[in-house]
Every structure is written in C-alpha cells, then in structure tokens.
C-alpha cells in the first residue's frame, strides 16, 4: 500500500512539473522581443521603415519625421516644404497624400537616408518615380527601380522610396539591403498608369514618364519649347489631363524617338489644342520644333512624336496610334 501511494504521488508531482513548463509566458533569458507594432495616424507609413535591429549593424538616428500637404502639430506632421522647398509642387502634382523621412548610421561615417512617399493611387506613384528617378541601373525590385552611384529609388503599391548612402563602402550592396527589406512591407506590386500601355513594346529603361502639369512637362530635357508661356497656355494641361511619353531606340547611337500621348477630359479639347499646337510648331524657328509631328486626335487622345525623323524610319507612332483605337 505504501509502495502504491508514493508511485501515485510521484506521478502527480511529474504531471504537475510538466504543466507548469508548459505553460510558461515568458520567453527564455537571451530570447528576441517581437518588433513592435507602430500605432496611431501614420502607423501604415511607419511600419515600412526599418527599426533597430531590423538592419544588422544599422542604428537607427531618430523617429521618423513625417510631412503633409498641411502642418498638423497635434498629430506630428510638418508641411512638405520643409522636408522638400524646391520640388514639393512636384510632389503635389501628383495626388501627394503623405511622407516620412529617417536617417541611419553604421560605423564613424556611413550615413543612409530612407524617404517614403505615400500617394493616392498606384499610378501617381509610378509618376512620381518616373521624374524623379536617374542612374543607368535598373534592379528587379517592387514595380520598376532605378539607381544611381549613390540613390536608390523604386516603387511599390501606392508608395515611391528612395533610399540615399553617404560614405566610403560601395553603395550598391547597402542601397539594395534596405530597398529589398522596404519593398517586402508593401503587400501590393501596383501598377503603371493605364495610358502607358498604349503604346508600343520596346521602349528603353528609365524613358517612361507619366504626368499631369506643364512644368513637369517642360522639366525633362527632351522637349522642345522655344517659347514655354505660350506653349503651356496652348496645351492647358493640368491636374485632368494625363501625359504619357516614352522613348524608343533608332538606328542612331544614343538618340531616341520619343512618342507622347495627351489624355484631355473631353475630344473637343483633345481638337482644340492640336490645332493650336500645329499652328505653334508650324511658326516655330526652332528646328527641334520644326522636328515634332501631331497626329489627329484619336477622341480624346493627342498623339504625336517629337522625333519625326527618327520615326519615320521605324514608324512606332502608326502602332501607338492603333492602340490608341486610330
């Protein structure tokens, strides 16, 4: 009988020992915290950011500072001119809805500045990063990426990133380990703008522009424009009408027959501003003007080349027009 009881009583005090190890709540001395969750009005920017100990040897410089098209002291948002005073009316053009901006560390003089840009829509992101995106690199990343010796800048979903190294190492390795870890937060690839798709396949890296406003028409390089107030009154583009343009190779090293599509609300307007673009050009002493050809509307739809010559040996307009339904 006592035989019996100890074994009983030992039995139990096993049972018992094992429960209590089993329900546990709290993890082992060593063990890693979850990373927490950010809260709060921005929490969907801010999740995108690496925190500390996201990034090995990367130390974090401080909270992300975020901006707006307005300040907002009681949520913690300055204007997005003081984060950006000379290229803020580009962001705007583009349905700009919020941004954040954190800096990192690594060693006595490694610096990296990550910069997240939050717009209404996949497409407007896709614009944004069209004009404001240079480098000969094209990385596979998010939607379409672009870099530079020193930046980074790619787009995924609804946000456009550019991730900025300061320092003596080689950036590409850099760049990449904080674009990859960005990108892979963002749960959506996006899109391009609609309008892009019209056009021709086999167009070159890094020339595909989507935009809405003249002055970021008139700010790439390419376009001619030997009177731009005119020029801008004649076109009336603005926040309703939709530019796309992209550029083909030719047979002539390093040129490029650039094809551009104006998307007016209504085919009156798409009429109107051909005909007083034609009337521009047909004046115009500019050679690189006399160079440009506009093609009737196709409803509402301006279509045109600003490398006649160029396109007439391969005539890419004709196919940008058909798929445009002309």
Known sequence: MVTKRLWLVLVIALVAAVGAAGCKTTPPEGGTKPRPEPTG?????????????????????????VYGPAA???????????????????????????????????????TVTVRLVEMKSPS????????????????????????????????????????????????????????RWIADQVASPGYRPALLESFPLGSAQGERYYLHTFDILASLPFVPKSDPRTLARLLALGPQTDVAIMGYPTEKPGVLNYLFVVRYPTE?????????????????????????????????????????????????LARLLSGLGG
């Not at 009005?41 to 974090?60: C, E, M, N, S």
């Not at 995924?156 to 950036?171: L, R």
């Not at 050009?281 to 009737?296: D, F, I, T, Y």
Request: hydrophobic share 40%; with cysteine.
């Open 268 to 316: 009156g307007e798409a009429q109107a501003a051909c005909t007083a673009y034609e009337g521009y050009l047909a004046n115009s002493a500019l050679p690189a003007e006399q160079n440009v050809a506009v093609a009737p509307p196709v409803r509402g739809y301006l279509a045109g080349t600003l490398n006649a010559e160029e396109n007439s040996v391969n005539d890419q």
């Open 41 to 65: 009005p921005h929490a969907a920017l801010l999740k995108l950011f690496p925190a500390a100990g996201d990034l090995a040897d990367w130390k974090v410089g401080g909270d992300v500072k």
């Open 124 to 179: 407007e992101a896709f614009g944004l990063f069209s004009v404001r995106t240079t480098g000969t690199q094209f990385p596979m990343l998010g939607l379409a990426a672009r870099m530079s010796t020193s930046v980074l800048g790619f787009v995924k979903g609804s946000y456009f990133a550019t991730v900025e190294y300061a320092g003596t190492n080689d950036p590409s390795p850099v760049l990449m380990e904080f674009g």
């Open 72 to 110: 907002n002291a009681a949520e913690g948002v300055e204007t997005l001119e003081a984060d950006l005073p000379t290229e803020a009316a580009i962001y705007r053009s583009y349905d700009y809805v919020k941004s954040g901006v954190r800096r990192y560390t690594r060693g006595t003089g490694e």
